[in-house]
């Protein structure tokens, strides 16, 4: 079975979320004294491996003022994944979250105001490198960094409060006359690593009991839970997993949740509403079905497929059932489902699911525990928030263009290895426009 794509839209374009998205809003850069732009770029980052949750480890920076003029300050910026947190902070840095969006997962932001001169053809680092650490939900991570001349904008923000650090100043050291191949190796304007921790995450299914007559709807509420203690991020806009849910015989589907597709009339594969999932995160699958036949007792199976899961090495929670206990025909052909609260309605397949809407006790709109109740199917495909989740092949564009806030470090360009800073506004665009 293929991966599916994850059923709940808040994507950019393919091409703006690998290339384009900046990391800080900025200002009109300043000219040097020759008139020219500043020229700066940053060194390139080893991955970091064999990290345990707790500990910590170095972010080594590099710049280089690549131009023919001396840039009097510069502003440099680092982020980080939701598995890393800061082990040290600097005076003359703030920090701030900024939450999902995108396809991208929550991240962790730093900028800081280096107030000091950078000589032409000059390399410069840190005293020592950026302080890291991997986090109690550390897995699978990134970190990077990257530097700019222009100034944040002074009217964006993060999406959580800026807090100083509190340690000493971060600055900047020479180190020496740039080579060509210094220049080389500093070709770009910001950076980015994997961070890989030694840890697990348990990814669990829960099925269901039901009990009904034939003519009776019943609701299953299959669940997939990460029962941690790491996060997951799986491959960009896919779901981070896939759920296959066979429906017992004797039983038909009246109603199938938004994230899952009809591969066959008995088989459907559900997705996640985010490529990632937190711990005690996961999706609720609704299923209203009608008892066709009275069978004695008839399982379905629900089991994991997808992507690999190397992190989760506890196979005994991998799989799950669908019980549903049928009786002998009910005088009234079917009135009502003796199946306590997962019973459906008697509308032919407009019951209520129970917990499907975004909101309530079985659903969120961030990815943890989320379905959404106005998806629904029709034939073969169901439905979420407008978007029909398919097996494999990527996200599709919805035009929304929810973006980034001030000095915001944007999780895509890390990802996609592009410049950290940029004067686009998306997100101020789309909130006053």
Same mark, same amino acid.
């Given at each position: 079975?293929?991966?599916?794509?994850?059923?709940?839209?808040?994507?950019l374009?393919?091409?703006?979320?690998?290339?384009?998205?900046?990391?800080?809003?900025? #200002?009109?850069?300043? *000219?040097?004294?020759?008139?020219?732009?500043?020229?700066?770029?940053?060194? #390139?980052? *080893?991955?970091?491996?064999?990290?345990?949750?707790?500990?910590?480890?170095?972010?080594?920076?590099?710049?280089?003022?690549?131009?023919?003029?001396?840039?009097?300050?510069?502003?440099?910026?680092?982020?980080?994944s939701?598995?890393?947190?800061?082990?040290?902070?600097?005076?003359?840095?703030?920090?701030?979250?900024?939450?999902?969006?995108?396809?991208?997962?929550?991240?962790? =932001?730093?900028?800081?105001?280096?107030?000091?001169?950078?000589?032409?053809?000059?390399?410069?680092?840190?005293?020592?490198?950026?302080?890291?650490?991997?986090?109690? $939900?550390?897995?699978?991570?990134?970190?990077?960094?990257? &530097?700019?001349?222009?100034?944040?904008?002074?009217?964006?923000?993060?999406?959580?409060? =800026?807090?100083?650090?509190?340690?000493?100043p971060?600055?900047?050291?020479?180190?020496?006359?740039? @080579?060509?191949?210094?220049?080389?190796? =500093?070709?770009?304007?910001?950076?980015?690593?994997?961070?890989?921790?030694?840890?697990?995450?348990?990814?669990?299914?829960?099925?269901?009991?039901?009990? #009904?007559?034939?003519?009776?709807?019943?609701?299953?509420?299959?669940?997939?839970?990460?029962? %941690?203690?790491?996060?997951?991020? +799986?491959?960009?806009?896919?779901?981070?997993?896939?759920?296959?849910?066979?429906?017992?015989?004797g039983?038909?589907?009246?109603k199938?949740?938004?994230f899952?597709s009809?591969?066959?009339?008995? =088989?459907?594969?559900?997705?996640?509403?985010?490529?990632?999932?937190?711990?005690?995160?996961?999706?609720?699958?609704?299923? &209203?079905?009608?008892?066709?036949?009275?069978?004695?007792?008839?399982?379905?199976?629900?089991?994991?497929?997808?992507?690999?899961?190397?992190?989760?090495?506890?196979? *005994?929670?991998?799989?799950?059932?669908?019980?549903?206990?049928?009786?002998?025909?009910? $005088?009234?052909g079917?009135?009502?489902?003796?199946? +306590?609260?997962?019973?459906?309605? $008697?509308? %032919?397949?407009?019951? $209520?699911?129970?917990?499907?809407?975004?909101?309530?006790?079985?659903?969120? @709109?961030? #990815?943890?525990? +989320?379905?959404?109740?106005?998806?629904?199917?029709?034939?073969? !495909?169901?439905?979420?928030? !407008?978007?029909?989740?398919?097996?494999?092949?990527?996200?599709?564009?919805?035009?929304?263009?929810?973006?980034?806030?001030?000095?915001?470090?944007?999780?895509?360009?890390?990802?996609?290895?592009?410049?950290?800073?940029?004067?686009?506004?998306r997100?101020?665009?789309?909130?006053? +426009?």
């Amino acid at each position: 079975m293929g991966n599916v794509v994850s059923g709940r839209r808040t994507l950019l374009s393919g091409t703006a979320a690998l290339a384009a998205v900046a990391l800080i809003a900025l #200002g009109s850069g300043p *000219a040097l004294a020759d008139g020219t732009e500043p020229d700066l770029g940053v060194g #390139g980052l *080893a991955p970091v491996t064999g990290v345990a949750p707790g500990d910590g480890f170095g972010l080594p920076v590099s710049v280089l003022n690549k131009g023919t003029d001396t840039v009097p300050r510069v502003y440099l910026a680092y982020s980080f994944s939701p598995g890393v947190e800061t082990a040290e902070t600097y005076s003359n840095c703030v920090y701030f979250r900024v939450s999902s969006y995108d396809e991208q997962p929550e991240r962790n =932001h730093a900028v800081c105001t280096v107030d000091q001169p950078l000589k032409p053809g000059v390399l410069y680092g840190t005293d020592q490198p950026l302080g890291l650490r991997a986090g109690a $939900s550390a897995l699978r991570d990134n970190a990077g960094y990257g &530097v700019s001349a222009d100034e944040p904008a002074p009217d964006e923000g993060g999406e959580s409060e =800026h807090v100083p650090g509190t340690g000493a100043p971060l600055k900047l050291v020479e180190r020496g006359e740039a @080579t060509e191949t210094d220049r080389a190796a =500093h070709a770009r304007t910001s950076v980015r690593t994997d961070v890989t921790a030694d840890s697990t995450a348990d990814f669990a299914l829960t099925g269901a009991e039901l009990k #009904g007559a034939v003519g009776d709807k019943v609701t299953a509420r299959v669940k997939f839970t990460n029962k %941690g203690p790491a996060w997951v991020q +799986g491959e960009l806009d896919t779901s981070v997993t896939t759920v296959d849910v066979r429906i017992p015989a004797g039983t038909s589907v009246v109603k199938a949740n938004g994230f899952c597709s009809k591969v066959t009339r008995t =088989h459907y594969a559900c997705g996640t509403s985010q490529s990632w999932v937190r711990p005690t995160g996961g999706e609720t699958y609704p299923f &209203v079905l009608r008892i066709d036949k009275a069978v004695g007792r008839t399982t379905g199976k629900v089991s994991f497929d997808g992507q690999a899961r190397p992190f989760d090495r506890n196979a *005994a929670n991998d799989t799950a059932e669908i019980v549903v206990e049928t009786g002998e025909a009910s $005088s009234t052909g079917g009135s009502g489902s003796t199946g +306590g609260p997962d019973s459906g309605g $008697s509308d %032919g397949g407009a019951s $209520s699911t129970g917990g499907s809407t975004a909101g309530s006790s079985d659903a969120t @709109t961030g #990815g943890d525990t +989320g379905t959404t109740g106005s998806a629904t199917t029709s034939g073969g !495909g169901a439905t979420a928030g !407008g978007v029909t989740p398919r097996t494999g092949g990527s996200l599709a564009a919805t035009g929304s263009d929810s973006t980034l806030p001030m000095a915001v470090l944007a999780g895509a360009a890390l990802l996609a290895g592009g410049g950290l800073f940029s004067a686009t506004r998306r997100r101020t665009a789309a909130r006053n +426009g």
